[in-house]
């Protein structure tokens, strides 16, 4: 059966303002309403999607305090969404549990961690994320920490992996975590596969032979990556799929991140309601990147390294922004037809949708070391 997986989702920031996704999550800039909404378990149902990471995500900005605190806490946000809807979406931390959930009609809810922060220099406290079903983990996200450097760091702080990211490698491959290198820098990106003994995945990642952005991965890591048996997964995010919306919507993004900060301290506020909205209205209006970019970004990886080492890693709830075509999950099925026009097969598209994840987390899983 195709399993449709989504390897990177933030929907755990929805849940933490609010957001019931037991019913559709309405747009809009008024209280009760979000004014970016592209999740929600009825939208995930419509658009055919077996499987989601919910990112646990926390910003560098925070105290290695309060991003364990913030972390705990969209981790229960995630369970509380999960045990409300019940009928609908299962938690799960395996790709056996995943296929059972699929064949029951339920929805595979993962989690990864997005930073390390969280952990701050407690391998314990990475043991105690893994008990509670984080599956990954992002090593670090705009920023360097205590484990890597940041892809977009002004310095490198570390040069590469810390002597605690080295402990912290070892300990994943131990658990048998998977190892996400999205948001690391490139010298980083070396030392996790020197280091890892295990396979490694970049959950939410572009091409930067198609889009030349620190985000992306070169050929030569993609080749690497795909030599110790990982896979990238594709992201969603306009910026990083075309260089051409990202330098028309840079400052645009920066304005509207500002105006939803402001709008979030207190969403019944007529103007800043206002300001929010015509923040959106300034964004939209940069054509997006067809969603038949995404595919561009497989063929690519298809190219360089076979079907085998490429997937499907959104972004979503976590991106101001679409491609065109895609606006929420619920339209996920466009990449599915769209590889089909493009000559893929169906053994093949299985393998994108959601097989390759699947298999390197199994093998990860199972080969503990």
Avoid at 36 to 43: A, G, L, N
Avoid at 210 to 233: F, S, W, Y
Wanted: aromatic share 8%.
């Amino acid at each position: 059966m195709l399993f449709l997986l989504d390897s990177h989702c933030d929907a755990p920031l929805m849940l933490a303002k609010g957001a019931d996704f037991g019913r559709r999550v309405e747009q809009g800039c008024t209280p009760g309403r979000f004014p970016i909404t592209q999740v929600d378990f009825k939208r995930m149902k419509k658009g055919g999607v077996n499987g989601s990471f919910f990112a646990i995500y926390t910003s560098n900005a925070l105290s290695p305090d309060q991003a364990t605190r913030r972390a705990f806490e969209l981790v229960s946000k995630v369970y509380d969404a999960v045990e409300q809807n019940g009928d609908q979406v299962a938690l799960t931390t395996t790709p056996a549990q995943a296929r059972r959930n699929a064949r029951s009609g339920l929805i595979s809810i993962f989690m990864g961690m997005e930073n390390g922060a969280p952990i701050q220099r407690d391998l314990s406290l990475l043991r105690m994320f893994n008990r509670l079903g984080v599956t990954y983990m992002t090593l670090t996200h705009a920023g360097s920490n205590e484990i890597c450097d940041s892809c977009t760091s002004p310095a490198p702080r570390w040069g590469g992996l810390s002597p605690f990211g080295r402990e912290v490698v070892a300990e994943m491959n131990r658990l048998g975590m998977l190892i996400d290198v999205s948001h690391i820098s490139d010298d980083s990106f070396w030392d996790v596969l020197q280091y890892s003994k295990a396979p490694v995945v970049a959950t939410h990642s572009c091409c930067r032979a198609l889009c030349d952005h620190p985000r992306n991965m070169t050929d030569k890591m993609i080749v690497a990556l795909a030599e110790k048996g990982g896979v990238i997964q594709i992201n969603f995010y306009p910026s990083f799929l075309d260089k051409s919306y990202a330098s028309q919507a840079s400052q645009l993004i920066d304005e509207q991140e500002e105006a939803q900060d402001a709008w979030l301290q207190d969403p019944a506020d007529p103007a800043l309601q206002q300001r929010m909205q015509a923040a959106m209205d300034a964004l939209n209006a940069v054509p997006r990147p067809s969603y038949k970019r995404i595919v561009d970004h497989i063929d690519h990886v298809v190219r360089l390294v076979g079907f085998r080492h490429v997937g499907l890693g959104s972004d979503f709830d976590g991106i101001e922004a679409c491609p065109e075509g895609l606006e929420d999950i619920s339209k996920m099925q466009r990449i599915i037809i769209e590889l089909r026009k493009r000559g893929y097969t169906e053994y093949e598209i299985r393998h994108i949708a959601g097989g390759n994840f699947l298999r390197v987390m199994e093998q990860v899983q199972h080969t503990t070391l």
